[in-house]
């Protein structure tokens, strides 16, 4: 088969395999996007309330990106030495991260410098944008569903 654009020397279309490593592209796509969200939410923050409010929109993000970043990096590590067991670290993580995320926030109670509606509106729409990103990210990834097929040539090559 032929590709249209020629694209490879000699014209022909080569199959290519699974993405490598998709986890840290969806945790760069997910971290930039939901970090540019920040940066403006910040902005409007100062602008409107104060510098007070902007560090608790920052904030916000920084717990929601800290959190879900930490599946994806072990969705990343857990993922080359055994990539089916990459989902159910995913769901050992979202358990311990939902523990960690309660104990952070009770933890810390209510600094007198934090505005909650920024804190608030900000990590909530860190969450939706980061799923969004996720979901689109993993959606361009390639996976390899059946196994590549044996090489037959060098199979009977001593039986001859």
């Known amino acids: 088969m032929r590709s249209e654009d020629g694209s490879r020397s000699g014209g022909y279309l080569t199959p290519s395999g699974p993405t490598a490593a998709p986890w840290l592209g969806i945790l760069r796509a997910a971290f930039l996007l939901t970090g540019a969200a920040a940066v403006l939410a910040a902005a409007a923050a100062a602008v409107l309330t ?3 409010a902007a560090a608790s929109s920052l904030l916000g ?3 929601i990106a800290a959190f879900f970043g930490i599946s994806l990096l072990v969705g990343h590590f857990v993922g080359r ?4 067991g990459a989902i159910g670290m995913f769901a050992v993580t979202y358990a311990i991260k939902i523990v960690g995320f309660a104990a952070i926030l009770f933890g810390l109670g209510t600094p007198e410098w934090l505005h909650r509606e920024w804190f608030s509106l900000t990590a909530v729409g860190a969450v939706v944008l ?3 990103a996720e979901v689109r990210a993993y959606s361009r990834t390639r996976h390899l569903i059946y196994a590549d097929i044996p090489d037959e040539t060098t199979k009977g090559a001593g039986h001859a």
């Open 61 to 63: 993000w920084f717990l």
């Open 81 to 84: 030495s055994n990539p089916s």
């Open 130 to 132: 980061w799923q969004a």
């Open 50 to 52: 104060g510098p007070g």
